[in-house]
């Protein structure tokens, strides 16, 4: 029998694990409709807007976070949907006749502060417009969490807890919180959205930050008019800390989990597996090749499941996470020592590393070749990342 993708994420059905994240890739059901024609398993809509107001997005509002021409990550201080919430209900309820067989879960929720009434109605309305389940953004890391909701919801245990019931005691749906990846004790975070009930954990969303500042205008980036705010940072830049916070999770709580942060190919989700994740969302690899990049990253993932004799995804949910341990737990009993082979090119970038950041264990003898002293060589293994050469240096143990 060959490998199957289709998972059951919270009890939601869908042909394989594959999501739109809520962003730019989720503005319209139309847009859905496109990509699950394409294949996406299912899409958290663009997080909904109680307030109409709120959906005046400054401009522009998303800019590439660079390294030359490479995009390293996205940054964005985008809020609103162009559309009312009873806008977004019609459409759900014609989205989910045409696809029944695909996961839609709804994005809850931007407002002017924190009213039960407005949490409790909108989760009645879209449960009655058949939405699968809610994802609760509690993560938002701009705007809305100055303004008491999105990240600063998830900050607190105490406003998960409250918050997240307030939904899941108003539906017979599913519901998921996306948790931000900055907080102090974010596996607290995780107990408390299970306490409430909530059926699943999505993480990561954008991280806070401050995406560049004009060195002759000192007008911060994305500048409007001269001026700018803290923006949210997604991408490739953030997918080690979103592996972290899904493995962190997938540690404290045993319902299902959704990893977000940097997945672009097939192997970034197979590491969101295995640290936790049954479900994956994507939002920046969309942003910058389209809804197409789903073929490959199904084709890849069921190669790989093949390869390995994994006949579904739930073979290999969490199987890295007996080998992630505290600090003081990993081996002393034996030290790395670096040497180089002949395909040293002399161009000198592991001596200035290793004397200026290390331990002065590398020279360059009279033919230009890199030449270790592995007495001196303290094994920090910095040497072989900053080698242009693949495989040129080389990390051999030696007992202690
Ligand atoms: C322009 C933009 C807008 C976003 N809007 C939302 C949103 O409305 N609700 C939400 O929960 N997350 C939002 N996100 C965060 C994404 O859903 C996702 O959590 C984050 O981008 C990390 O995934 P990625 O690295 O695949 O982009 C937005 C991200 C971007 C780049």
């Known amino acids: 029998m060959p490998p199957s993708l289709a998972v059951n994420f919270a009890g939601v059905c869908m042909p394989n694990p594959f999501m739109l994240a809520s962003a730019p890739p989720t503005t319209t059901t139309e847009m859905v409709d496109r990509c699950f024609r394409q294949g996406w398993g299912g899409a958290v809509l663009k997080t909904l807007t109680y307030q109409v107001s709120l959906s005046s997005n400054v401009t522009p509002r998303i800019a590439a976070y660079k390294d030359g021409d490479e995009i390293l990550g996205f940054t964005n201080c985008e809020l609103g949907t162009p559309h009312t919430i009873e806008e977004w209900a019609e459409d759900t309820y014609k989205l989910k006749k045409k696809w029944p067989d695909r996961g839609v879960f709804v994005s809850l929720l931007h407002t002017e502060g924190l009213f039960e009434n407005q949490w409790r109605e909108v989760a009645r309305m879209f449960t009655e417009a058949g939405a699968d389940g809610f994802e609760l953004n509690f993560s938002c890391s701009h705007g809305m969490a100055e303004a008491g909701g999105g990240a600063s919801i998830g900050s607190s245990d105490e406003l998960v807890e409250k918050v997240a019931s307030w939904v899941v005691t108003e539906t017979s749906k599913p519901v998921m919180t996306k948790l931000p990846a900055m907080v102090n004790d974010l596996p607290g975070k995780a107990k408390a959205a299970q306490r409430a009930g909530a059926a699943a954990v999505s993480t990561i969303n954008t991280l806070n930050s401050l995406p560049g500042i004009d060195i002759r205008t000192f007008s911060p980036l994305n500048s409007v008019d001269g001026l700018g705010a803290f923006q949210g940072l997604s991408g490739r830049a953030i997918k080690p800390v979103a592996l972290r916070s899904v493995a962190q999770v997938a540690s404290a709580v045993n319902i299902p989990i959704s990893g977000i942060g940097g997945i672009y190919k097939w192997q970034d989700a197979v590491e969101f ?128």
């Not at 970038?349 to 950041?357: E, F, H, L, N, T």
């Not at 303290?378 to 495989?391: A, F, I, K, N, W």
């Open 273 to 400: 597996i295995l640290a936790g994740a049954s479900s994956l969302q994507i939002c920046s690899a969309v942003m910058e090749y389209g809804y197409r990049i789903i073929g490959d990253l199904c084709a890849g993932l069921l190669n790989y499941m093949e390869e390995m004799g994994f006949s579904g995804i739930g073979d290999f949910v969490g199987k890295a996470l007996p080998n992630i341990k505290k600090h003081h737990d990993l081996s002393r009993s034996y030290r790395v020592k670096a040497s180089a082979d002949d395909s040293c090119v002399g161009c000198g970038r592991c001596v200035a590393s290793c004397a200026d950041s290390g331990y002065k264990a590398i020279s360059l003898d009279e033919a230009r070749k890199a030449v270790f002293d592995s007495e001196s060589c303290d094994g920090c293994g910095l040497c072989s990342h900053v080698c242009p050469v693949r495989g040129c240096i080389t990390l051999r143990k030696e007992a202690v």
